[in-house]
């Protein structure tokens, strides 16, 4: 008889442990729940991964990611936090057998099964790529068939931590890699499609697309072989073996296969209804992203837990936040710089992430820009510090990159330095908005992203009042609330808020992108 072995955990932050759902080679994943009966998948980090700082940086930057991706077909995530110096993920728990399970099973998927499976995994990657993330470890056991459709889980998470265990070691699972990843070139979207066509594959007959007995066979194979496509059904086939090219190039995009699954017919059948909201888009209306906001997640024992990121529609914060904002309740100016002269010398600025560099910085007739030719993201802490809970951090919009690129971001609040901020955020690319909050080893951001379009002079800002920060923007010279979330204990102490300056940050792929004033104001 096999004796179960004992959990490591009973209790992960706020959640109780009941179950250990699966292990691998950088993390235990458990069963949680939350004290409202959520149910919560949970991914520790291994204890010998978790010793290099680098890695747990990463971890967190990768959460962040995730935490962008449209809801729909992907298991959303809740938020991070850290048990005995070993980071852990918070997500949506999606119950149902993984795609490698059923069909191990049951045997290989057909028909209308088939059909639904490559449009709805189809469908998030395209969400995914849209949000400028790649996956990196689109396989089988990394999608789960739930009650409401196939969902996407773990992306990017374990891939990027397996690419730091060696130069030359090859982590997770070879069958479903692209070339490219075994030659040390970079991961794009044209690696998961290549990864999604030998999962096609796998569901349509069971077996891989390039089989081998052993890793270096499987590996020689995905480098120089011919994928075996056969048995894979019309009208898939073609699509697949195009996703299979060896030349990343030659592989088409999610979206283009979308059209042609679900609009290339002459007759107009489709395989499946799709989503008709676009592919990035507010998070809110499905079933699942219902249940997954009311999760409640406060900062205690190095655990973020933010009881209530509910977005611009929560009613019960509007007795400490109103409709629009009165600056004049806040008449106690901190700062006040129009950036005329070079200031730069008050400002010191952060980089919260090593995989993009700081912005190369210029202060001066009127701007604060930052710029460079690789993607940057630089929070910027200016010389006055936060002395009052009740107070607001106001930034005028200078220009934008405009290159459409998925990072084109201004922020706007408190800045300890690049791993403790509390910001609200503007996407010019996305036109959108939302939440950043990153103190004491977590991560958190709000579920919710709110349509909003800021032009050169208008004005972005956040307001603190206690335990509860409120975005506005203004334009037209009339402000409009946008997001209320409570943020628990995070600023409750005199001492803590002195750590926190006014600042603000800016974020891009490649470009400039500046501000033209910030402003700090309490009661």
């Known amino acids: 008889m096999t004796v179960p072995r004992a959990l490591e955990y009973q209790r992960l932050g706020e959640y109780r442990i009941s179950a250990r759902l699966g292990e691998g080679g950088q993390g235990t994943v458990y069963l949680g729940e939350s004290p409202g009966g959520q149910r919560v998948a949970i991914k520790v980090l291994h204890a010998r991964s978790a010793g290099d700082p680098e890695t747990r940086r990463r971890f967190l930057r990768e959460a962040e990611v995730a935490a962008s991706v449209a809801a729909f077909c992907t298991a959303r995530v809740l938020g991070t936090g850290v048990v005995d110096e070993r980071p852990y993920l918070v997500s949506e728990y999606v119950p149902g057998p993984s795609l490698d399970e059923l069909v191990k099973r049951d045997g290989p998927r057909s028909g209308s099964g088939l059909e639904r499976l490559a449009v709805s995994t189809l469908t998030a990657l395209a969400s995914i790529h849209g949000a400028g993330v790649v996956h990196r ?44 990843q075994f030659t040390d070139q970079p991961l794009t979207p044209a690696s998961d499609m290549f990864s999604w066509a030998s999962t096609m594959v796998f569901a349509a007959t069971g077996r891989t697309a390039f089989p081998g007995s052993s890793v ?9 072989a011919e994928p075996n496509v056969s048995g894979v059904p019309e009208p898939l086939r073609p699509l697949v073996a195009a996703c299979l090219a060896k030349d990343p190039a030659a592989r088409p995009a999610a979206a283009r296969l979308l059209r042609d699954l679900t609009g290339g017919d002459p007759n107009g059948r489709t395989m499946v209804d799709l989503p008709t909201e676009p592919l990035v888009r507010r998070r809110r209306s499905t079933k699942i992203a219902v249940a997954a906001v009311a999760a409640a997640l406060v900062v205690t024992a190095g655990v973020l837990v933010v009881p209530s990121w509910l977005g611009g529609r929560n009613d019960a914060a509007s007795l400490t936040a109103g409709t629009s904002l009165d600056l004049a309740a806040l008449p106690k100016v901190e700062v006040d710089d129009r950036f005329a002269g070079d200031s730069s010398r008050r400002y010191a600025t952060y980089r919260p992430f090593p995989e993009e560099g700081l912005p190369s910085i210029t202060v001066g007739e009127g701007r604060f820009t930052g710029g460079g030719s690789a993607p940057f993201f630089g929070m910027v802490a ?32 408190w800045v300890k330095d690049g791993d403790n901020y509390l910001t609200a955020w503007y996407n010019n690319t996305r036109k959108a908005t939302g939440f950043d909050l990153r103190a004491r080893g977590s991560f958190m951001k709000a579920q919710d992203e709110v349509p ?45 808020r002195q750590q926190y300056r006014y600042g603000f940050g800016l974020r891009a792929t490649t470009g400039t992108i500046s501000v033209t004033r910030t402003e700090g104001r309490r009661s």
């Open 382 to 413: 200016g010389p006055a510090a936060l002395s009052s809970a009740q107070a607001v951090s106001v930034l005028t919009a200078g220009t934008f990159t405009g290159s459409g690129r998925f990072e084109d971001s201004v922020f706007v609040g």
């Open 452 to 496: 909003l379009t800021l032009a050169p002079g208008d004005r972005f800002a956040l307001l603190l009042v206690g335990g509860t920060v409120t975005s506005y923007a203004e334009h037209g010279g009339k402000w409009r609330r946008l997001h209320t979330a409570s943020i628990g204990e995070t600023l409750a102490t005199p001492q803590t």
């Open 216 to 224: 270096p066979a499987i590996l020689h194979a995905i480098l120089h």
């Open 137 to 180: 470890d689109f396989k089988p056991a990394n999608v789960i068939l739930g009650p409401e459709g196939p969902v996407v889980i773990d992306f990017g998470i374990a891939r990027a931590l397996d690419h730091m265990t060696s130069n030359t070691q090859v982590a997770g699972t070879p069958s479903y890699m692209p070339p490219e």
